[in-house]
């Protein structure tokens, strides 16, 4: 029995609940994070794996059952997106990462996710490449051990940067795809 003939109607809905689940998430580990006070947060860490993890699993799902849908490609990337701002700003507020990397995250997520509002963004949602998937891999592992680890930790400090780098390098080149799609329609 594939998974697609298990139930298919109720199947095609799970990526975008995966997705709903990430969002609602997001409020849940800020609480634990606060309450935290700058210690370690592993009630909050086990929140973020969480919701990290649903945003591998709501992609996988998507393809192998072939349910895209203009939700998941437009609220996955806003999801994902809120998820690792969150946790920045909270991680740069306890004094866990510095400040110009939450700088270049949030400035990067605000140009990207303004690029959709525009006429040619809209409706194009983000194109996942491979190198935005890593890079988003890598800062949520930086992001978790930013939440486990006393600040300052290499091992941190690395993933986080090397996320970071990655997600940069994405973002410019979804960037060259939203300037080629409105060369063309010009």
């Known amino acids: 029995m594939s998974l697609t003939s298990a139930s298919p109607r109720l199947l095609r809905h799970v990526p975008n609940l995966l997705t709903t689940l990430r969002l609602a998430a997001v409020p849940v580990f800020a609480v634990l994070m606060l309450q935290a006070d700058g210690q370690a947060a592993p009630m909050a860490a086990l929140v973020f794996a969480f919701a990290a993890l649903t945003d591998f699993l709501d992609g996988e799902l998507s393809r192998r059952l072939h349910v895209q849908s203009s939700y998941g490609r437009i609220l996955d990337p806003v999801a994902d997106r809120f998820l690792i701002d969150v946790a920045v700003v909270l991680l740069w507020l306890e004094g866990r990462v510095p400040l110009v990397l939450v700088v270049i995250v949030i400035a990067r997520d605000v140009l990207l996710l303004a690029s959709l509002m525009t006429r040619t963004g809209r409706g194009h949602g983000i194109r996942v490449n491979v190198v935005g998937k890593a890079g988003t891999l890598v800062t949520m592992i930086g992001l978790l051990l930013a939440i486990v680890t006393p600040p300052g930790t290499l091992a941190t400090g690395l993933a986080l940067w090397c996320g970071?780098?990655?997600?940069?390098?994405?973002?410019?080149?979804?960037?060259?795809?939203?300037?080629?799609?409105?060369?063309?329609?010009?």
Do not use: E, K, N, P
Request: aromatic share 18%; proline share 0%; charged share 5%.
């Open 164 to 186: 970071v780098t990655l997600l940069v390098a994405a973002g410019f080149m979804y960037a060259w795809q939203v300037w080629q799609v409105r060369a063309h329609a010009t």
